[in-house]
């Protein structure tokens, strides 16, 4: 069975341009996250779907990002306009349901020039 | 919200040597899992295991809820063990429904030489 796929592996691009990343959960997964890794620490949830419904994006900077889920499988997280600050790894989960192991995509590696 | 510590921060190892990997959480959890982050970024998961004991291959955990910690043991560890380990939780609300998100702690840079 496929685990979670997220594409583009990486991406470069200069400060104020916009940004998406995109997220396949594994197969009947229903919950879906987006989390934040910088670089020597542990990943930080972004926000979370149950189907397509966010239920926490308490922590999703909402100035500038966006996140969607449309018919609560694949995901999209967009940046606009990036900043410096904004270079990170940006990971993509996915479980059952909430409570439940969560399974990590590779990743996709953002760097802001 | 809940905090997750772990423990050490750095271990080197000589390869065939055995290790203790700790993780120390502040609160009562429904989930709790153990990752090692490979050196191109990807967590692979090692084990769901909100509590007990759990075994696979070289690898087990332990995890006592009740005094909120768990183990990670790693024997006969081999180069290819190098990598982050991380520990993360996921708390219950007051209500008893899970939030879902999981706080990960510091991690544990494991090196692993021939």
């Known amino acids: 069975e496929a685990g979670v796929v997220q594409s583009p592996r990486y991406k470069i691009i200069e400060k104020k341009q916009p940004v998406a990343f995109w997220c396949n959960p594994i197969?009947?997964?229903?919950?879906l996250y987006w989390y934040l890794q910088n670089l020597g620490q542990g990943p930080e949830l972004l926000i979370r779907?149950?189907?397509?419904?966010?239920?926490?994006d308490s922590q999703l900077p909402k100035d500038r990002f966006s996140a969607e889920r449309l018919k609560g499988v694949d995901s999209t997280l967009k940046i606009q306009p990036a900043e410096l600050g904004d270079s990170a790894v940006y990971l993509c989960?996915?479980?059952?349901?909430?409570?439940?192991?969560?399974?990590f995509g590779a990743g996709t590696r953002l760097s802001v020039l | 919200g809940i905090q997750v510590e772990q423990s050490p921060p750095d271990l080197i190892l000589q390869e065939g040597a055995n290790s203790t990997l700790r993780c120390n959480f502040s609160?009562?959890?429904?989930?709790l899992q153990w990752f090692h982050q490979n050196p191109w970024g990807q967590l692979i998961n090692l084990f769901y295991i909100p509590s007990g004991t759990k075994q696979n291959g070289r690898l087990s955990a332990t995890t006592v809820a009740t005094e909120r910690y768990s183990l990670l043991y790693i024997s006969s560890s081999q180069t290819t063990d190098s990598g982050v380990y991380f520990c993360a939780v996921g708390s219950r609300t007051a209500g008893g429904t899970s939030y879902g998100k999981l706080t990960f702690g510091q991690g544990t840079i494991l090196t692993v030489h021939p």
């Open positions: 989960a996915s479980s059952l349901e909430a409570g439940t192991p969560q399974y």
């Open positions: 197969s009947g997964h229903n919950t």
């Open positions: 779907y149950e189907n397509e419904e966010a239920v926490d």
């Open positions: 609160d009562s959890v429904n989930n």
